[in-house]
């Protein structure tokens, strides 16, 4: 049985909160095991990174097509690989393996002379902020369980993401917007724990904003300002007496103060969102039309929007209308594919870096996977998954700009100079951000976790 000042409170929900509990990171919040989990708070040490875009490109993009050249396998193309190749042994159905070559032409950029394919001429031209990492390797070929690594460090397990660790660590800079927002048309591989908190407070799981029209439903209030005000304040006063007359209750409080959020974001929100504030000059750069609320550009102008008011972690996932960069069937989708990003990526970059917030926010560039340098087929037209060796970028705050980290073997089969696990990639994200990845932890059941179970290593040499 309900007491009357709960019967009133549950009254007062129904009336003023429906309408305006806009997104499922301010939902979750009502469940925080904390009196206030979104609290900003300080890193382990000085950093110079206060927030994250995370730009992932799922299906896995061929490293030996984009960033990784390897003349090498252009010159081999069509040599058998032998079915007893360390590489190839253990992967079922393949009795003939054929070296296939790259199918676009790597040409040297900026005055640190980074080479990269024709299919990124754009991000090319900004090789000289970029620490391009070609050494990445993962421990599953499946998508799914790839995927799932690179968010969560877990490659079987629901465990929390990348970006609720660090709103976690960091706590939020803006009470009117979530800390954490995943910008994607659809959803990828893993679903909703790709961004989900999993054991960590709720306030910290990612906001999923979908491209549109209206990229956050019911964010418009069903009754008058005024009146909303109204019935908030004596919902937290109804609220506060219920606080008083018991001992501290910090789930309460976190729900008293997920209301005012929700209130707010009523404001926040559409202002994020309103890109008709930005000039033809600078939709133009991101590869949009004045009024259009599609394609991986809006979802990269939305991203420097959201982090410049104050959002600590931003997730893009190319999930476009062209599909992802699983490239089975032929390599040639990836045309389209890097045709979609190149651009509005460079945009990014470049805008960050002229407004100064490229010294202080951190662009992360992947994908689960890297694709095969060999088929079944000397002229196979696609590539097969490839978790033992991929490509990856950091650009931004703390990041040594304008370097190469790593190699693969002369055709890209396998990582051999400076390998990079997505362990070790985390780290060093985390490293950036303030974070010793080891001191990063939340007690569950008896342990404590943290994003890089038991592994990671910082990746020094791409730390300015």
């Known amino acids: ?32 095991d904390d009196a206030d989990p979104l609290a900003e708070r300080e890193s ?5 990174a206060k927030r994250v875009i995370f730009l992932f490109m799922t299906g896995g993009v061929s490293h030996v097509d984009t960033f990784d050249p390897k003349p090498a396998l252009a010159r081999d193309h069509g040599k058998e690989i032998n079915a007893d190749h360390p590489e190839i042994k253990d992967r079922p159905g393949y009795e003939k393996i054929y070296l296939k070559r790259p199918q676009w032409e790597f040409k040297p950029h900026g005055k640190c002379g980074t080479e990269v394919s024709s299919l990124f001429p754009h991000v090319a031209g900004c090789v000289d902020d970029i620490a391009l990492i070609r050494s990445m390797h993962t421990s599953h ?3 799914y369980n790839a995927t799932l690594g690179m968010h969560t460090g877990s490659f079987s397990f629901a465990r929390p993401s990348l970006g609720s660790w660090v709103s976690y660590g960091l706590g939020t800079l803006n009470r009117n917007l979530p800390g954490f927002v995943v910008i994607a048309p659809r959803q990828t591989y893993a679903g909703t724990q790709v961004y989900a908190s999993d054991f960590l407070p709720g306030a910290h799981q990612g906001t999923l904003v979908v491209p549109g029209t209206t990229p956050v439903a019911n964010v418009a209030p069903r009754i008058p300002a005024d009146r909303q005000k109204l019935e ?38 559409p202002d994020a969102f309103d890109f008709g504030k930005e000039t033809k000059e600078t939709l133009s750069s991101y590869g949009l ?34 599909g992802n960069w699983d490239a089975h069937g032929d390599m040639m989708s990836h045309v389209g594919l890097s045709k979609n990003v190149d651009q509005p990526i460079a945009a990014l970059l470049k805008d960050l ?23 079944n087929k000397a002229e196979a037209k696609g590539r097969e998954h490839h978790p033992w060796a991929f490509s990856s970028w950091l650009a931004g705050a703390g990041v040594k700009p304008g370097i190469v980290h790593g190699a693969t073997d002369e055709h890209g089969l396998r ?20 974070f010793d990845h080891e001191r990063l932890t939340y007690r569950h059941a008896g342990r404590d976790y943290r994003l890089t179970d038991v592994e990671g290593h910082v990746v020094r040499e791409v730390v300015a």
């Open 289 to 322: 039309q004045p009024g259009q609320t599609s394609g991986f550009g809006w979802q990269c102008l939305a991203a420097r929007r959201l982090v410049e008011r104050g959002v600590r972690f931003v997730e893009l996932i190319d999930t476009g209308s062209s």
């Open 415 to 434: 990582a051999v100079e400076k390998p990079v696990h997505v362990h070790d990639f985390h780290a060093t994200i985390l490293h950036l951000m303030g």
């Open 44 to 48: 382990h040490f000085p950093a110079k």
């Open 353 to 375: 870096k002229r407004s100064g917030m490229l010294e202080d926010t951190l662009v992360v560039w992947t994908t689960e996977f890297g694709r095969t340098p060999f088929n």
């Open 1 to 32: 049985m309900l007491d009357q000042s709960t019967a009133h409170r549950r009254t007062f929900l129904r009336s003023s909160v429906a309408g305006s509990m806009l997104l499922p990171g301010i939902v979750q919040q009502l469940l925080a």
């Open 232 to 269: 908030l304040a004596a919902l937290q006063a109804i609220n506060a007496r219920h606080l008083k007359s018991r001992a501290a209750d910090a789930l309460l409080t976190a729900r008293m103060r997920s209301f005012e959020t929700a209130f707010g974001m009523q404001m926040a929100v």
């Open 141 to 143: 070929s499946n998508h």
